[in-house]
């Protein structure tokens, strides 16, 4: 409905007090008249016709009046069939108006969670860790570069769709991302953002159907989430993978998750960073136990991963995984090419993996060490337990 309204109207704020307007008149009307056959088109018609009398109200626009007062009908429960059919257009063209590059990438998130996600603006303060008056300020201008830049509403077209797709998904993935382990705070999964991003990609899925990136990125969100269950435990403190009770993973998800891995890595001449990354995924989710994951064809995924998607944070990965199949000594060497380049050395999962590796070395002096700079790196409360934990039980053996 805010996506329908911000193209009739043209403005973000507009709209949205637009569709308070016609929340209200239809707790109002509602309870005499009965629900309409067709809320939401009742729903958008009485808003927009509640827009033109804000504009008229504030006597501001003068040229939108006219504009508005030539869209507008009487309230009622249906809608042209044009109009119809444009519904999931419009959630679109929201999506990717949000996600417009010319927004710096925390201003497309934050937008993204604010309109399309409908998150209150104190939910996404929180998640960037701002003050709520703040973030409000950081929305407005978002908003306001949108309209005074002349950012078009549209889809973009079949040329620019995949150049411009590409942030939609990252934008998407980084409100995954803080939803799954956040950056900060003291719970480690936030329920309600991982749920909205894999409602964004399911989203994307039915409106561009057939898309490997699109298909690659909701199979592995899928494929994470399904573990939700198994990863805290009831006072929320961090269960690692190779100690989940996988019981209580979401077999529904998982099954889901496979089949769409499965038609991503299918998609000839589209071979996808998201598809790679959720075909590891998946190789975790059919393994019974810890034992009989099959690590070397994960090792082997990384390798690909790499080459369409060379990252710091997938070097540590694949070191994790090659320790699995060559050895600690093997991927203590590539953790510690990776910091010598600096750019990473204050990233605290860098320093758990490499003192998790000393440890299994027996080198606990020098893990020690590691695991200390890994607290001191690490934000988030849960995360930060674990490291402690570790460091007593190495304190304990060397002892």
């Not at 504009?55 to 009487?74: C, H, I, Q, T, Y």
């Not at 199949?325 to 590539?334: E, Q, R, Y």
């Given at each position: 409905m805010l996506a329908t309204l911000i193209r009739f109207l043209g403005d973000f704020d507009l709209a949205e007090e637009a569709r308070q307007e016609a929340f209200a008149a239809a707790v109002e009307q509602w309870p005499?008249?009965?629900?309409?056959?067709?809320?939401?088109?009742?729903?958008?018609?009485?808003?927009?016709?509640?827009?033109?009398?804000?504009?008229?109200?504030?006597?501001?626009?003068?040229?939108?009046?006219?504009?508005?007062?030539?869209?507008?009908?009487?309230?009622?429960?249906?809608?042209?069939?044009?109009?119809?059919?444009?519904?999931?257009?419009?959630?679109?063209?929201?999506?990717?108006?949000?996600?417009?590059?010319?927004?710096?990438?925390?201003?497309?998130?934050?937008?993204?969670l604010r309109v399309v996600c409908d998150l209150p603006t104190a939910s996404v303060a929180r998640a960037f860790l701002a003050s709520e008056e703040s973030m409000a300020q950081r929305l407005v201008r978002a908003k306001a570069k949108i309209r005074d830049a002349g950012i078009p509403y549209e889809t973009p077209s079949a040329e620019m769709l995949d150049e411009r797709l590409d942030g939609v998904l990252a934008v998407i993935y980084l409100v995954f991302n803080e939803g799954y382990a956040g950056t900060s705070g003291s719970e480690l999964i936030s329920e309600q953002l991982c749920d909205e991003a894999i409602r964004l990609a399911r989203l994307l899925d039915s409106l561009i159907p057939g898309h490997a990136s699109v298909e690659g990125l909701l199979a592995l969100m899928l494929l994470h989430d399904a573990r939700r269950r198994a990863r805290v435990t009831p006072v929320g403190d961090i269960v690692l993978l190779e100690e989940q009770d996988r019981s209580l993973w979401n077999g529904a998800q998982i099954a889901e998750g496979l089949a769409l891995v499965e038609r991503a890595l299918r998609r000839t001449g589209q071979l996808s960073a998201y598809a790679v990354q959720a075909a590891i995924a998946a190789l975790h989710a059919r393994a019974a136990d810890k034992d009989r994951t099959d690590w070397p064809q994960i090792v082997g995924l990384y390798e690909v991963l790499l080459r369409l998607q060379p990252t710091p944070v997938?070097?540590?990965?694949?070191?994790?995984?090659?320790?699995?199949?060559?050895?600690?000594?093997?991927?203590?060497?590539?953790?510690?090419?990776?910091?010598?380049?600096?750019?990473?050395?204050?990233?605290?999962?860098?320093?758990?993996?490499r003192a998790h590796l000393l440890q299994k070395l027996g080198r606990r002096t020098e893990a020690l060490d590691a695991y200390r700079a890994a607290l001191a790196a690490a934000r988030l409360e849960p995360e930060r337990r674990l490291i402690a934990r570790r460091i007593q039980e190495c304190e304990r053996a060397a002892s």
């Open positions: 005499a008249t009965g629900i309409p056959q067709n809320p939401r088109a009742w729903l958008v018609n009485v808003g927009r016709n509640k827009a033109i009398d804000v504009v008229r109200r504030n006597s501001l626009f003068d040229g939108k009046v006219a504009l508005l007062e030539a869209a507008a009908r009487p309230a009622g429960d249906s809608l042209p069939d044009d109009d119809e059919e444009r519904f999931g257009d419009d959630r679109l063209r929201l999506i990717f108006t949000c996600c417009h590059p010319a927004l710096n990438e925390e201003a497309q998130v934050a937008l993204t997938i070097e540590l990965n694949h070191a994790v995984a090659v320790s699995m199949v060559d050895g600690a000594g093997k991927a203590l060497d590539l953790v510690d090419s990776l910091s010598a380049r600096g750019s990473f050395r204050d990233y605290h999962l860098l320093h758990a993996v």
